[in-house]
C-alpha cells in the first residue's frame, strides 16, 4: 500500500469511529480517540472496567499518528524553528547582554521576604488527598501525546486493520430507494428482495502466490448468483435504517444453502483455470527434494553413530519445509458478508 492509500483508510476509520481529529497535516494526524476507539487501540481493559463499573466520566487517549515519518520529522524541525525565531524578541536583555534586574522594592524580594514558591505562607492552601500527606501538590499537568508510525507493515496499521475486520465481517443494509409520486396520490408500497453477499479471497499459492478478490451474490428467492456484487453495490446508497413503506418478500433459502450454493460456484469458477501452474510448482518440488536427498543421504552415510540419528531429524525438518514451500495449494477464505435488502425492480445484470 501507498502513503496516500494508507492514510485515506485511516481517516475513514477515524471518521467512522467519531473520532475528533485536533491536527491534520499530509505528513501526520493527532485525534482524540473516541471510546470505541481507544478500546480497540490502546489496549487500557483495566481502565474501561474501572469505568464501566463505576460509571465514571472516560477519558479517552490523545494520539499522533504518523504516515510520513521524513515529513513528520520535517515539520516539527521547522516548527521548533519558528517558536525559537518568535521567542527571540528585541529588549529583552542588555546591549551587554545581561539581563536587567529591578531595583529594590520595585518587584524584588526583600531580605527577610519569602521568595517565589508554590503557595505564599498564610495562603490557604488546597484542601487534597494528595496534598495532606505529600504536601505541594503541582495543579498542572502535562499530558503526553504518544506518537506511533502507521506505515505499511507496522503494528499500529495491523491493529487498524483487525479492528475494521472484527467490525466488518457482517453487514445488515437497507436500500434507501425513493419511487416518484405524485402530490395528491399516498405514496406506494415497494418490495425488497434479499441478496446474501459473500467477498471471497482465493490464493493460488506454491513458491509463488497470486490472490484474487471473488465477490458474489446470491439471490435468497431464486437462487441466483451475480459476480462483481461488490462493484455493483457501491452505487447504491445503504443505510441499517428500515425505510418506510417497505416489504419484504420472503425468502426461499436458507442462509446455510446460500453459503453451500456459493461455494460450489466458486469451486467450478476455479476448476476452468489454466493450473499448469501447479504443474510446474510439483517439478521445481522434486528438483528441490531430489537436491536435498543427495546431500542428506551422503551426510548421514559418512556421520557418527551418535550423531546420525540427529542429522536424520535435520533432513526429515528439511524435507516438510520443503513441502509446505513448494507444493501447490489453492486456499479460499472469507473476508466478510452482508444480507441487502434491495429494490425488487432494480436488480443487479451480469
Not at 460456484?265 to 489454466?274: F, G
Request: glycine share 6%; with cysteine; net charge neutral.
Amino acid at each position: 500500500m501507498k502513503t496516500e492509500q494508507i492514510q485515506s483508510f485511516v481517516m475513514r476509520y477515524l471518521e467512522a469511529e467519531q473520532c475528533d481529529i485536533l491536527e491534520k497535516h499530509p505528513s501526520y494526524v493527532t485525534v482524540k480517540l473516541s471510546p470505541s476507539a481507544d478500546k480497540e487501540l490502546t489496549y487500557r481493559p483495566y481502565y474501561w472496567n474501572f469505568v464501566e463499573r463505576t460509571g465514571a466520566v472516560p477519558e479517552t487517549m490523545t494520539c499522533t499518528f504518523i504516515f510520513d515519518p521524513e515529513g513528520h520529522k520535517a515539520a516539527q524541525s521547522a516548527a521548533g524553528a519558528q517558536a525559537g525565531a518568535a521567542g527571540a524578541q528585541p529588549g529583552a536583555a542588555s546591549a551587554g547582554g545581561t539581563a536587567l534586574s529591578p531595583p529594590p522594592g520595585e518587584g524584588a524580594p526583600s531580605p527577610g521576604t519569602a521568595g517565589p514558591g508554590p503557595q505564599a505562607p498564610g495562603a490557604p492552601q488546597q484542601d487534597s488527598i494528595l496534598g495532606r500527606y505529600f504536601g505541594f501538590v503541582p495543579t498542572q499537568m502535562t499530558s503526553r501525546v504518544p506518537k506511533d508510525e502507521v506505515t505499511f507493515g507496522s503494528r499500529r496499521l495491523g491493529q487498524i486493520f483487525d479492528a475494521v475486520r472484527s467490525k466488518g465481517r457482517f453487514v445488515h443494509l437497507f436500500e434507501q430507494f425513493k419511487p416518484e409520486q405524485q402530490k395528491s396520490a399516498p405514496p406506494p408500497t415497494i418490495a425488497y428482495e434479499t441478496w446474501m453477499q459473500v467477498n471471497y479471497k482465493v490464493e493460488l499459492a506454491c513458491d509463488m502466490k497470486r490472490s484474487e478478490i471473488h465477490s458474489l451474490g446470491v439471490h435468497l428467492v431464486t437462487g441466483e448468483i451475480r459476480e462483481h456484487f461488490q462493484e455493483w453495490l457501491q452505487t447504491k446508497r445503504l443505510s441499517p435504517r428500515l425505510p418506510a413503506h417497505v416489504y419484504m418478500i420472503p425468502d426461499k433459502f436458507t442462509l446455510p444453502r446460500a453459503v453451500i450454493y456459493l461455494e460450489q460456484y466458486l469451486e467450478n469458477r476455479l476448476k476452468t483455470y489454466d493450473h499448469r501452474w501447479a504443474e510446474d510448482a510439483k517439478l521445481r518440488l522434486q528438483d528441490e527434494l531430489e537436491r536435498i536427498r543427495s546431500y542428506y543421504e551422503a551426510l548421514i552415510q559418512g556421520a557418527e553413530p551418535e550423531k546420525k540419528a540427529e542429522i536424520e531429524a535435520q533432513y526429515t525438518n528439511r524435507q516438510l519445509e520443503i513441502d509446505w514451500q513448494f507444493r501447490p495449494r489453492i486456499q479460499i477464505s472469507v473476508i466478510n458478508c452482508g444480507l441487502f435488502h434491495l429494490h425488487a425492480g432494480n436488480l443487479p445484470t451480469n
